[in-house]
C-alpha cells in the first residue's frame, strides 16, 4: 500500500513536472515567435522585426529555432542547410526561369 502511494506522488509529480515544462516551452516558444513576421508572399519564409531574414518557416514552427536560410545561386532564392527546402522571395517567381517553366 506504501508502495502504491509512493509510486502515485512520483507519477504525480512527473505528469505535473511534464506540464509545466511543456507550458515553459510553449511560453518561450510564443515569445520567440513573436520577434517574427510570417509572409506567406515570400514562400512562407519569417522575417524577424528589425528586418533580417530570411528564415526558414519550418524551422520555427517545427523545430522552434532559427535557423537564417542560405542564398542559393539565384537572386531571390533561399534553402534551409537543415530541411533542404527552398524559399522564392516575392518577385522572384516572375523570374526568367519561371516563365520559361510555365510554358505548355
Ligand atoms: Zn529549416
Redesign the pocket.
Known amino acids: 500500500m506504501a508502495e502504491t502511494a509512493k509510486w502515485a506522488v512520483e507519477n504525480g509529480l512527473r505528469l505535473v513536472g511534464d506540464y509545466f515544462r511543456k507550458l515553459y516551452e510553449n511560453w518561450t516558444f510564443e515569445k520567440l515567435r513573436r520577434e517574427f513576421i510570417y509572409s506567406k508572399e515570400d514562400d512562407g519564409a519569417y522575417w524577424r522585426k528589425d528586418g533580417t531574414g530570411p528564415y526558414?518557416?519550418?524551422?520555427l514552427d517545427v523545430?522552434h529555432r532559427v535557423?537564417l536560410?542560405v542564398g542559393g545561386a539565384t537572386r531571390g532564392v533561399y534553402s534551409?542547410?537543415?530541411?533542404d527546402?527552398t524559399h522564392w522571395m516575392r518577385g522572384t517567381r516572375e523570374g526568367p526561369t519561371t516563365m520559361y517553366l510555365r510554358r505548355p
Open positions: 526558414c518557416g519550418t524551422c523545430d535557423t536560410p534551409c542547410p537543415l530541411h527546402t
